[in-house]
Structures are given as C-alpha cells and as structure tokens.
C-alpha cells in the first residue's frame, strides 16, 4: 500500500507504508542530529571530555556522517539499482575531521538521497537479506536500518551530550521530536 508523506515541508514523496514509516523516523533523527550539530561552536571542534579515548567533536561529526552513510549502503544493496544514484556519496570522506557548517551540509545532502532511495524501496524489499561484512549469510533490510538507525542515535546522543559538558543550553526537546509538537524552529546559534 502506498501512502503519501511529508517528511519535510516542501517535500511529498510517495513511499510504500512501511518504509515511509522508517524514513519518517530516520529523517527525523537526521534533522535532530543537524539541529544539534548547528548549536555546536566552529571553536569547539577540538574539545574532547575528559574521558580516555574520547573523540574530538570534530572528530564525532565525521563519525555522525558515517553513520548517514550507513543508511545508503544498506539502500544501496538492498535494491541494486539505487546504486547508481548512491554512488555519488561514496566519494565523501567520513568518519575524519569535519567542521559543523561541513556536517550540517552533508547530512541535508544525505537526506534528501535517503529520501529518494526509500521512496523507491518496496515494503517487501525489508524482509530481504543482504550480505554484510559482519554477517556473510545476510541480514534482512529492516534489520540493517533498524541497526543503522540505533548507530545514529547512539552518537546523536553524544553529540548532545558534549553539549551539556560544553555548557550549551540543550534539553530533552532537542534530542526528540515530542508528537503534536509544533515544528521545530532553527537552531540557536
């Protein structure tokens, strides 16, 4: 069953039910995760808490694409055709250095690729396995979002918490998107 949605004002896709379901959601912390890379000083970069082993900011904004990037490889073998129109992303470098105005860049860029790959992704297409490196009998689809959607939000989180240590006005309400909340508003800066 298709549906229409509009993930973002300006933009209506057609999606099958299940993925426009997943790319909301994926969208969503693709946005909160920009949001909060926007309130991010150019001169904390560096700043690291003090915590053995832990990265720079900067460093954690390279590693927030990675995880973006994750969500286009699993597209990308998923439905072999959306390859091609993928392709362009494998060219950018991740998981390295990258300023906030750089991340906030890619990571719009990156939406609006997921958006089209999962507009052409069929619902049938989750059950799907693909190989992966870490698992060579496959996994299905919805299982590689899913883990790559957890990735996400894992270092979303650490990004605001870095915030907090940093001292900038952060809360519950720019790690979420509360439901029946009016739209979000631009970030601080």
Request: glycine share 10%; with cysteine.
């Amino acid at each position: 069953m298709r549906s229409r949605l509009g993930a973002r004002e300006g933009t209506i896709g057609f999606m099958e039910s299940l993925c426009a379901s997943l790319f909301a959601k994926v969208d969503e912390q693709l946005e909160r995760t920009g949001y909060l890379v926007a309130i991010l000083p150019e001169d904390q970069l560096g700043w690291a808490p003090a915590i053995g082993g832990a990265w720079p900011a900067g460093r954690l904004l390279g590693h927030l694409l990675d995880c973006a990037a994750g969500f286009c490889a699993v597209l990308a073998a998923a439905e072999p055709e959306l390859a091609a129109s993928l392709s362009g992303l494998r060219a950018m470098p991740v998981n390295q250095y990258c300023g906030a105005v750089e991340a906030r860049e890619r990571l719009a860029t990156y939406r609006a690729c997921l958006e089209q790959g999962f507009a052409r992704l069929p619902d049938a297409c989750l059950c799907r396995k693909v190989a992966t490196v870490f698992v060579s009998e496959g996994e299905t689809v919805l299982t590689l979002i899913l883990g790559n959607l957890e990735h996400l939000i894992n270092h979303k989180h650490q990004l605001f918490t870095y915030l907090k240590l940093m001292g900038r006005p952060v809360s519950s309400g720019d790690l979420y998107q509360f439901r029946g909340s009016p739209p979000y508003q631009e970030a601080p800066r």
